[in-house]
Every structure is written in structure tokens, then in C-alpha cells.
């Protein structure tokens, strides 16, 4: 009789997908049994070497660069990385990152989706539609004091490298905001079934043009980018604020786009800065729980970054992983090890201590 462990394995077999990869200039089919599914990395280019090495990663150097990062290219001979985003912004080894992930997914050994500091950094470069009729030049997203702040590390560590950075942006607009690959599914930050299928249905695609209708809030590109790289939100009750641990003032909280019949406010929350008390027991209204997005127990697994998460790494659920270990904040680089299983384990979360970074006097 087959079992279930069996039908998986099956399963698994028949998921293998053959790839061309580029290592020092030749080219060779792989096929691939897995994927290594890393978190947000933020400029923590040593935890992403000293993780991609624990995974079984090796480097290479393409062509007769030498051993510098700008040209070393991470593979595995029989996995996939896929990168949930946010390469950029914060840590201290921004472009160092951005050439190792660059690398790898130009060499087809690594994917990538959009994180919301990509598309923050594609919308703070990127002209607005009608910007030739004002004197100075209109931005997507404006160049007020937080903006620049958000982007400052990043731009200050490409000063002397602009054109690399130039670079750096042209790929970013190449980058997904969704993947769909063998049995897993891949966001930044949260799966919204239907706002995807209508990306789809109307054949969008991420460009100059996409970012540029994201200036108007209430354009399907303002909300799709938003809903999928920065996920969901409920306002907190009668003005109230969340006095956030990075010093910001917040109006809204971040919730799950998989619970599944919430009551209260603490059942949904979903982030590192906790509701008041008398808030986190308050019943959700009918238009709040409306407003919830609820992944189905039965699709299949969703990997996703971005809610800066502590402690000791797991899964939310049996195909809901979150990978963000705020590695950036001293935290931890995580990945998960899929081989096309049905139902995750937290077993199989891999990671590395991200004190590395802190460590050589940066
Ligand atoms: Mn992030």
C-alpha cells in the first residue's frame, strides 16, 4: 500500500525542476531537489555568507575578478535559494548583499521578490508622471525627511559607486512581487490571493510605468504594491498611537493574512511593538474582521519576511512560515530548507547568529 510519507516523496520527485546555471563562465543543467527559502537580509552581507555556507552553498568567482564580492557567485549543486526581500537599507554591508543575491539570481541559483525597501527605493527614484511641469523634479515617493532617512545608509553606501547603483535600480524593477514556484509560494509580505489574480488576469507587469501609477493611493498599483510588500493593517480606535521601539508614532498595527476566526484585537496582531492592554482584548468589529484576509489551510505553503520577528525560529503554521529573524537588529538570518512537503516543520529552519555583523569594529 503507498503511505502518505510514500505519496510526498513521490511528489517531491516529480517537483524537480531543471535549470541552467552560470558558475566561472560555464553554463550546466542542474536539476534541483529543493529550495532554501532566506529572510530579510538588510545589508547583513556576513550572516548571508555564513548562512548560505552552513546550507551547503559554495562561491565561485566569475571571470578573472579575483576573490572580491563584487564578483563572487554562491551555488548549490542541488538547491535553489529564493530570497524574500528587503536586500537593502539599515545594516552596514548593503552593497556587499545586494552583489551576492545580484549574482546569484543572474547566475540562475538564486529568485528573488520585491521587498517593501526595494519598491520604496524604485518609488524615491522614480519620476512622477508629471514631473517635467514643476521646476525641481517630483519623485514617486517624496524626498521628506523620513523617506530620505529610510534610504540614507543605503545611498550613502553607494556614494563613489553611483553607477552601480544605477545598476542596482534597473534590477530591482526586474525583481517579482510574487513567486509561484514547485509546491511553495513566495511574498514579501503577505499573500492576497485575489489582488495577485488580478495582476495576473490583467497581465501587469512590475516597470517604470507600474511604479509611476503607484503615486495615486487609489490606483490597483499603489494597492497591490502596498498589500503584497507591506501587508495588513487595522487603525487603532479613536486616535489612538503605538509609541513604535524605532521612535515612530503609529496609527495602524500590522495583522496576519492567516488567522483564522479571530475574535480580539490581540488574536490578529502581528508585529514587534505590542497593543495597549485594554486594546489587545477588544472584539473585532464586523467591518474589521471583514477586512482580514484568511489563507487557506489547504493551499499550499506561503514564505514570506518582513514582520521582524525574535526569539527562537519556527513556522505559524503548518503552510504559513514567516523568515524575518530581524537580523539587522542583532536578531537572526533564517532559512527554511523546502523539499516539497505538504505541511511545514520548524525543523527545518536553518539560521545563523546575526552578531557577526557587529563584530569587526563597523
Ligand atoms: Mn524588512
Known amino acids: ?77 542541488s538547491r535553489q535559494a529564493v530570497f524574500t526581500g528587503d536586500i537593502i537599507d539599515r545594516g552596514a554591508r548593503i552593497r556587499e548583499a545586494l552583489h551576492l543575491v545580484k549574482n546569484m539570481v543572474d547566475t540562475g541559483s538564486a529568485h528573488c521578490v520585491m521587498g517593501n525597501h526595494e ?18 523634479p517630483q519623485y514617486v515617493r517624496e524626498h521628506n525627511l523620513q523617506y530620505q532617512q529610510q534610504i540614507s545608509s543605503t545611498l550613502r553606501q553607494f556614494e563613489g559607486h553611483e553607477q552601480q547603483w544605477l545598476l542596482f535600480l534597473k534590477w530591482m524593477y526586474s525583481l ?20 495577485i489574480e488580478r495582476f495576473k488576469t490583467d497581465k501587469r507587469v512590475i516597470d517604470r510605468q507600474w511604479i509611476q501609477e ?36 503609529r496609527r495602524f ?63 505559524q503554521s503548518t503552510n504559513v512560515a514567516c523568515l524575518d529573524y530581524s537580523a539587522v537588529k542583532n536578531g537572526r538570518l533564517a532559512a527554511y530548507r523546502f523539499d516539497g512537503e505538504c505541511k511545514l516543520d520548524a525543523n527545518k529552519i536553518v539560521w545563523v547568529d546575526a552578531s557577526i555583523e557587529y563584530g569587526s569594529g563597523l
Open 253 to 315: 498595527f500590522r495583522t496576519k493574512f492567516w488567522s483564522s476566526n479571530p475574535q480580539i484585537l490581540q488574536d490578529v496582531v502581528y508585529q514587534p511593538d505590542p497593543l495597549p492592554e485594554d486594546l489587545a482584548v477588544t472584539s473585532l468589529s464586523q467591518k474589521q474582521k471583514q477586512s482580514l484576509l484568511h489563507y487557506d489551510e489547504t493551499a499550499v505553503p506561503v514564505f514570506f519576511g518582513h514582520y521582524w520577528l525574535s526569539g527562537q525560529p519556527s513556522v
Open 176 to 195: 517579482p512581487a510574487f513567486l509561484e514556484l514547485d509546491g511553495f509560494r513566495v511574498v514579501h509580505a503577505c499573500w492576497d490571493e485575489a489582488l
Open 1 to 77: 500500500m503507498l503511505t502518505l510519507e510514500a505519496a510526498v516523496e513521490i511528489i517531491v520527485v516529480e517537483t524537480k525542476v531543471a535549470a541552467v546555471i552560470e558558475v566561472g563562465g560555464i553554463s550546466s543543467v542542474v536539476q534541483y531537489s529543493g529550495f532554501d527559502i532566506i529572510g530579510d537580509i538588510h545589508g547583513c552581507a556576513l550572516s548571508l555568507e555564513a548562512l548560505l555556507k552552513r546550507l551547503g552553498y559554495r562561491s565561485d568567482s566569475r571571470g578573472a575578478g579575483g576573490k572580491a564580492f563584487e564578483d563572487k557567485v554562491y551555488y548549490h549543486p
Open 214 to 249: 503607484t503615486a495615486d493611493q487609489n490606483s490597483f498599483a499603489a494597492h497591490f504594491m502596498n498589500r503584497l510588500t507591506r501587508g495588513t493593517g487595522i487603525q487603532l480606535p479613536d486616535g489612538r498611537h503605538i509609541d513604535s521601539s524605532d521612535g515612530r508614532k
Open 119 to 136: 519598491y520604496n527605493a524604485l518609488a524615491y527614484t522614480t519620476e512622477t508622471l508629471d514631473s517635467a511641469q514643476y521646476e525641481l
